[in-house]
């Protein structure tokens, strides 16, 4: 090999890993969870939300990144009945309640009188805007890894319930079932809900076709 084929080859390889770390560095960028461009941005007063709808599902996400779960708050109406303000805040927002009854029972105090909340109004045009809002939690935040926890971020979606339900018909039993989530998901922590909300779903569904069957059992005797 003479010396103008080993230049060339030393600087196919060079190319090569160049690619090579570009690629891999591109990778990285993709499922670094991270990532400044999937980061959900910090509220901004004047911020304009086409419904309520993408407004909480904004505040929820945002929420969910920071480490905190989010609850309605407030609410205002006007005089027609029509929703003007509303107010999302940390679920630690307000102050624990106790009284003589449960004084004794030993439970988790989860409220601080956390501040960290948005509050929104709607336009004339049935927009919604940010009015103000406050970052600051006097609490620990959770890890990123724990916030698929709160129940705010918990969900079934409607495909995983007809799915579910066709299961249990199927005489499928329930750590079975969700287990077949798990399975097609890749594990346990890139489904959206838990084994109780799958438990929870299955028994309100059969509570239903009890009452159902109850029904239909009272039509055809009463016929």
């Known amino acids: 090999m003479n010396r103008m084929e080993e230049n060339s080859n030393e600087l196919n390889e060079m190319e090569d890993a160049a690619?090579?770390?570009?690629?891999?560095?591109?990778?990285?960028?993709?499922?670094?969870?991270?990532?400044?461009?999937?980061?959900?941005?910090?509220?901004?007063?004047?911020?304009?939300?086409?419904?309520?709808?993408?407004?909480?599902?904004?505040?929820?996400?945002?929420?969910?990144?920071?480490?905190?779960?989010?609850?309605k708050r407030t609410s205002s109406k006007g005089d027609g009945g029509e929703l003007k303000y509303l107010t999302l805040a940390c679920s630690r927002s307000g102050k624990s309640k106790c009284n003589s009854r449960n004084s004794l029972k030993l439970h988790p105090i989860t409220k601080t009188d956390c501040q960290a909340r948005v509050r929104a109004s709607i336009c004339l045009d049935g927009k919604w805007k940010v009015c103000s809002f406050v970052l600051e939690h006097n609490h620990e935040l959770s890890t990123p890894s724990k916030t698929r926890f709160f129940r705010s971020s918990?969900?079934?979606?409607?495909?995983?319930?007809?799915?579910?339900?066709?299961?249990?018909?199927?005489?499928?039993r329930p750590n079975k079932n969700y287990n077949s989530f798990v399975f097609e998901a890749g594990g346990h922590d890139k489904l959206p809900f838990l084994e109780k909300d799958c438990r929870n779903y299955i028994h309100k569904m059969r509570q239903l076709r009890l009452g159902e069957g109850d029904a239909t059992a009272i039509t055809a005797w009463r016929g």
């Open 19 to 71: 690619n090579l770390e570009e690629y891999s560095s591109a990778v990285n960028e993709m499922e670094d969870p991270t990532n400044i461009k999937d980061k959900v941005k910090d509220p901004e007063v004047g911020a304009i939300f086409d419904s309520l709808e993408e407004l909480a599902e904004y505040y929820k996400n945002y929420g969910k990144e920071k480490g905190f779960e989010v609850s």
């Open 154 to 172: 918990r969900t079934i979606k409607p495909y995983m319930k007809r799915k579910i339900e066709v299961n249990d018909r199927a005489g499928i």
